[in-house]
C-alpha cells in the first residue's frame, strides 16, 4: 500500500527525519524494492529493485509494456516464491512459466527509474470508460486535516459504470460533504471527483492496519440490495 503524502509530512513534522519507502509482499520473501538511504526527503516512490532482482511492467494479457507507461508490476529473483503450498492452480495464476510473478499492483516508472505503486489492480474505478485509481483520490482527502481515514470505492452506476464512493472518518466533527467535494474539484480532473461522500465511525482495517476496500465495496453492495 503506498504512504499517503499527508503521512509522510506529519512524520517528517513529527521526527524531523524521512520516510524512506520500500516495497515487498509475502511471494517475495518480502522485499522487491527500496529506496536509497541518503535519499535528501520523501520522494512518493517505492525505490529501486533490490539487487538480483528483475521487474517488468505488463498489460491485462501479459504483454511487456515500455517503461513509460502503467501497468501491473511483474517480479523475477532468487526471493519469489516457487509456488503457494499444495495449490497448484492458485500458483498458476501469478506465476508464469519462466517463474515471473504477477503482483497484482498497477506501477509506474519516473523518469529516473524509481518505481511508483498507483494502485491495487483490483481496486480501480471505471468511470465512463477511464481508469480512476483510489490511491490518488485518497492521497488529494487526505491532505485536508478535518479527514482522520479516507478510502475511496467504486460504486455502480446505471450511466457511467461506476463511480467515486468516499468512505470517510473525520478528525473534525465539522467535516461537511460539501466541504470533501470542494476539496476534491481544486485537485483532481472533473470524472475522478467523488460523487458520493459516506462517514463512518472507522473503517475496517487488516491486522497490519491496512485499510480494506474490498470490505467496505461489499458491504455498500449489500446495502443497496437491501433498498
Known amino acids: 500500500m503506498a504512504v499517503q503524502r499527508a503521512v509522510a509530512e506529519r512524520w517528517r513534522s513529527v521526527t524531523g527525519t524521512h520516510l524512506m519507502e520500500g ?53 523475477s529473483g532468487p526471493q519469489v516464491m516457487r509456488g503457494y503450498w499444495q495449490r497448484p492452480e492458485a500458483s498458476k495464476e501469478v506465476l508464469t512459466d519462466d517463474g515471473w510473478l504477477s503482483t497484482g499492483d498497477v506501477v509506474r516508472f519516473d523518469d529516473e527509474g524509481f518505481l511508483h ?78 460523487k458520493v461522500v459516506e462517514f463512518y465511525d472507522d473503517l475496517p482495517k487488516s491486522n497490519v492496519g491496512k485499510i480494506l476496500r474490498r470490505v467496505l465495496r461489499e458491504a455498500d453492495k449489500e446495502k443497496s440490495a437491501a433498498h
Not at 517475495?28 to 517488468?56: E, H, Q
Open 23 to 75: 516495497y515487498g509482499l509475502t511471494e517475495c520473501s518480502p522485499l522487491v524494492a527500496v529506496n536509497p538511504y541518503d535519499l535528501d526527503g520523501y520522494n512518493g516512490s517505492i525505490g529501486l529493485p533490490v539487487p538480483s532482482t528483475d521487474v517488468r511492467i505488463v498489460d491485462d494479457e501479459g504483454m511487456i509494456l515500455s517503461n513509460d507507461q502503467v501497468g501491473e508490476l511483474q517480479v
Open 117 to 194: 505503486i498507483v494502485d491495487r489492480k483490483k481496486d480501480m474505478i471505471l468511470v465512463s470508460g477511464f481508469n480512476v485509481y483510489p490511491n490518488e483520490i485518497e492521497d488529494v482527502v487526505a491532505l485536508n486535516n478535518k479527514v482522520l481515514e479516507v478510502a475511496a470505492i467504486g460504486q455502480p452506476h446505471d450511466v457511467s459504470g461506476e463511480v467515486v464512493k468516499l468512505c470517510i472518518v473525520k478528525r473534525d466533527a465539522s467535516l461537511t460533504k460539501d466541504e470533501v467535494i470542494s476539496h476534491c474539484r481544486e485537485h483532481l480532473t472533473g470524472y475522478k471527483v467523488p
